[in-house]
């Protein structure tokens, strides 16, 4: 079946710092592929979301580029703040039509200030 | 308000009680999940409802049955509760099919002693 591995289970970086989180699927189809986050006490909320080979989603600071070829969405941001300290969950959905999805484990990232 | 509700927020119940958690959407989304979430494994999929008494089984059904009976209500049920069940469990709607981003209620921290 479909799967999403994310590498890291944490990060803690310090202010200003680039993020990288790095996320790689597994899937028989074309599936659509997307970023959550996660704060403290509260659901999962969509970041952004890509749905072909070499597109581009971004969001408050956040971008990742859907990769078919290395099978890769990995989460990037020039400069992070304090404030981006959350849980991020890498997911793909609508694999050959159907309306599943599959989160990756989720990785917690700390930024120190 | 585009929203999701979740209620309770909290939950204590002991081994063998039944436990009944609400779901709530304002979007007329015909699409509704249920998941759990657990350190490490992150959201896991426990049924699908794709509108009224239209349910269909996630990855990990065993021990929870649901109910729809209005489009913007969807219940999960625990009958004869277990340990291993204590979770944080998360609702989320979509408008559409696995494509579409899903929207996420705040959570019921369930705990089964």
């Known amino acids: 079946g479909d799967s999403v591995t994310q590498t890291e289970g944490q990060v803690a970086l310090s202010e200003e710092d680039f993020l990288t989180i790095h996320c790689n699927y597994s899937?028989?189809?074309?599936?659509?592929l997307f970023w959550y986050v996660q704060y403290p006490g509260e659901g999962p909320q969509f970041l952004f979301r890509?749905?072909?080979?070499?597109e581009k989603g971004s969001s408050r600071g956040f971008e990742a580029t859907y990769n078919k070829e290395t099978t890769s969405f990995h989460l990037q941001k020039a400069s992070v703040q304090e404030s981006d300290s959350a849980v991020y969950y890498c997911?793909?959905?609508?694999?050959?039509?159907?309306?599943?999805?599959?989160f990756g484990a989720g990785t917690r990232l700390k930024v120190i200030a | 308000d585009m929203k999701v509700t979740q209620m309770p927020r909290y939950l204590i119940k002991r081994m063998g009680e039944n436990v009944l958690l609400e779901c709530g959407q304002d979007?007329?989304?015909?699409?509704m999940y249920w998941y759990r979430q657990d350190p490490g494994l992150g959201l896991q999929l426990i049924y699908i409802?794709?509108?009224?008494?239209?349910?269909s089984e996630g990855d990990i059904p065993k021990g929870y049955r649901v109910s729809r009976k209005k489009r913007e209500h969807f219940s999960l049920i625990l009958d004869s509760a277990k340990t291993n069940q204590t979770s944080v469990y998360f609702c989320?709607?979509?408008?559409?099919?696995?494509?579409?981003?899903?929207?996420f209620g705040p959570g019921t921290r369930l705990t089964v002693l």
């Open positions: 989320a709607s979509t408008d559409g099919g696995g494509g579409a981003e899903q929207f």
């Open positions: 979007m007329s989304h015909e699409t």
């Open positions: 899937a028989s189809g074309y599936p659509a």
């Open positions: 409802s794709y509108d009224v008494d239209s349910n």
């Open positions: 890509a749905s072909r080979d070499k």
């Open positions: 997911a793909l959905g609508g694999n050959t039509g159907n309306y599943k999805y599959v």
